[in-house]
């Protein structure tokens, strides 16, 4: 698809300079919530032996998590694009308390699927209004705001296996209770954060009602809804791939390597570390050099990586994954502001849908994943795996909405 053509977008925030504390407060409430899901990751070979669980019944664990979130954050969206709720984040974080402290009590594997289950419905609400608050603190740099936003949550998933490692695995399940400290930091700061939302949103709403204008797109309706179709393929081999690391990548280095849970917990938090890293890069590269080009390099780029992956020794798979982690984070703040200039006018809306449908892939593949792994082998899943990326090439039927912008 070649053609090239302008969005009018919605008009600036109220204050046209980028609100880093703000940013820095909506991170660090993302480095909390991300933090504590990842925990819930992190401790599944102790989940595993407790409830004597199958690899399949492991992904249903994502999978109820993920499909909560999946299922719920397109409905906030749009339901918070009309009707704003600036402290609705604190409500939401309570939610993932208490799925906490389920969790650290839960006698069965039914209550950790509760447990689980509210964990999501506090991300659902979490991530679209935080998307919102990240684009409306950006002062028009939109994908580094959204990088800031991003990196928050991957750096707490990348600290959540260490955490796990050092702290729930040697206590044990009830352990996990302590986690709901950081819970309620995270609710005092999102309450902090929904007041300045608050009053950003009346100021705003004040100069949209006298100017009477209203953010459109001139791309055709055909042409806005197959770009978003192809950016969801994009999501789709994103996020199936890193949930083949994120939920089995422990298990594949003590399959394959021997090694104990503690040391493959490490190599997690490198791999996320790496994502973390690659997060941060991918907003400012594409503010500069188009999130377009990102989009290519980010997902068409990493496939040499995964494709050698499953037949490297442990000293080259460290090597490889941590590769594979920084080029394949780098896409998505990238395909999020892409589909927010697509679609302008409805940040909460495309938040909502692509981070529902990130976190319904990722709940999706882990269950279709942890089936393949019981029935295949868990090597067997990352030598299927190696070819999604290959799914980037589809990048080039993208319009180039930014080349007006990049002269």
Same mark, same amino acid.
């Given at each position: 698809?070649?053609?090239?053509?302008?969005?009018?977008?919605?008009?600036?925030?109220?204050?046209?300079?980028?609100?880093?504390?703000?940013?820095?407060?909506?991170?660090?409430?993302?480095?909390?919530?991300?933090?504590?899901?990842?925990?819930?990751?992190?401790?599944? @070979?102790?989940?595993?032996?407790?409830?004597?669980?199958?690899?399949?019944?492991?992904?249903?664990?994502?999978?109820?998590?993920?499909?909560?979130?999946?299922?719920?954050?397109?409905?906030?969206?749009?339901?918070?694009?009309?009707?704003?709720?600036?402290?609705?984040?604190?409500?939401?974080?309570?939610?993932?308390?208490?799925?906490?402290?389920?969790?650290?009590?839960?006698?069965?594997?039914?209550?950790?699927?509760?447990?689980?289950?509210?964990?999501?419905?506090?991300?659902?609400?979490?991530?679209?209004?935080?998307?919102?608050?990240?684009?409306?603190?950006?002062?028009?740099?939109?994908?580094? %705001?959204?990088?800031?936003?991003?990196?928050?949550?991957?750096?707490?998933?990348?600290?959540?296996?260490?955490?796990?490692?050092?702290?729930? =695995? @040697?206590?044990?399940?009830?352990?996990?209770?302590?986690?709901?400290?950081?819970?309620?930091?995270?609710?005092?700061?999102?309450?902090?954060?929904?007041?300045?939302?608050?009053?950003?949103?009346?100021?705003?709403?004040?100069?949209?009602?006298?100017?009477?204008?209203? %953010?459109?797109?001139?791309? @055709?309706?055909?042409?806005?809804?197959?770009?978003?179709?192809?950016?969801?393929?994009?999501?789709?081999?994103?996020?199936?791939?890193?949930?083949?690391?994120?939920?089995?990548?422990?298990?594949?280095?003590?399959?394959?390597?021997?090694?104990?849970?503690?040391?493959?917990?490490?190599?997690?938090?490198?791999?996320?570390?790496?994502?973390?890293?690659?997060?941060?890069?991918?907003?400012?590269?594409? /503010?500069?050099?188009?999130?377009?080009?990102?989009?290519?390099?980010?997902?068409?780029?990493?496939?040499?990586?995964?494709?050698?992956?499953?037949?490297?020794?442990?000293?080259?798979?460290?090597?490889?994954?941590?590769? =594979?982690?920084?080029?394949?984070?780098?896409?998505?703040?990238?395909?999020?502001?892409?589909?927010?200039?697509?679609?302008?006018?409805?940040?909460?809306?495309?938040?909502?849908?692509?981070?529902?449908?990130?976190?319904?892939?990722?709940?999706?593949?882990? %269950?279709?994943?942890?089936?393949?792994? /019981?029935?295949?082998?868990?090597?067997?899943?990352?030598?299927?795996? %190696?070819?999604?990326?290959?799914?980037?090439?589809?990048?080039?039927?993208? @319009?180039?909405?930014?080349?007006?912008?990049?002269?």
């Amino acid at each position: 698809m070649s053609n090239s053509i302008a969005t009018s977008a919605a008009p600036p925030s109220t204050n046209d300079q980028t609100r880093f504390r703000v940013l820095g407060a909506i991170s660090f409430s993302h480095f909390l919530n991300d933090m504590i899901q990842s925990l819930i990751l992190a401790i599944y @070979p102790l989940l595993k032996g407790e409830f004597n669980l199958s690899f399949t019944q492991i992904g249903l664990i994502t999978l109820t998590y993920q499909i909560t979130a999946s299922l719920l954050q397109p409905v906030v969206g749009l339901y918070t694009d009309k009707h704003p709720k600036p402290y609705s984040l604190s409500v939401g974080m309570g939610a993932t308390l208490l799925g906490l402290l389920l969790l650290a009590v839960a006698p069965n594997y039914g209550t950790v699927l509760l447990a689980a289950a509210l964990v999501g419905t506090g991300s659902s609400i979490f991530h679209p209004e935080s998307s919102r608050i990240a684009r409306l603190a950006s002062g028009g740099r939109h994908a580094l %705001a959204q990088s800031i936003f991003q990196v928050g949550g991957n750096t707490g998933s990348a600290v959540g296996p260490l955490l796990a490692a050092w702290i729930i =695995i @040697p206590h044990g399940q009830s352990s996990v209770a302590w986690f709901a400290l950081a819970a309620l930091l995270a609710m005092v700061v999102l309450w902090k954060i929904g007041g300045w939302y608050r009053r950003q949103h009346l100021n705003s709403a004040g100069k949209h009602k006298k100017s009477g204008t209203a %953010a459109v797109s001139s791309l @055709p309706p055909r042409t806005v809804a197959w770009a978003i179709f192809i950016l969801l393929v994009l999501i789709f081999s994103k996020y199936f791939y890193l949930t083949s690391i994120s939920s089995y990548y422990i298990f594949y280095l003590m399959s394959k390597f021997h090694l104990s849970v503690q040391s493959a917990q490490v190599h997690l938090f490198v791999f996320l570390f790496a994502v973390a890293a690659g997060t941060m890069l991918g907003g400012p590269i594409g /503010d500069r050099i188009g999130r377009k080009r990102v989009i290519w390099g980010s997902i068409l780029g990493v496939a040499p990586f995964t494709l050698a992956l499953p037949y490297a020794d442990l000293m080259w798979t460290g090597v490889l994954t941590f590769v =594979i982690g920084l080029i394949l984070a780098s896409a998505f703040s990238a395909i999020l502001v892409f589909a927010q200039e697509l679609v302008p006018g409805k940040v909460g809306a495309v938040s909502g849908m692509f981070f529902g449908f990130a976190f319904g892939m990722g709940g999706i593949g882990a %269950a279709v994943l942890g089936s393949l792994a /019981d029935t295949h082998g868990i090597e067997y899943v990352y030598r299927l795996c %190696a070819y999604l990326p290959l799914l980037g090439m589809l990048t080039v039927f993208l @319009p180039n909405i930014e080349r007006h912008r990049l002269r």
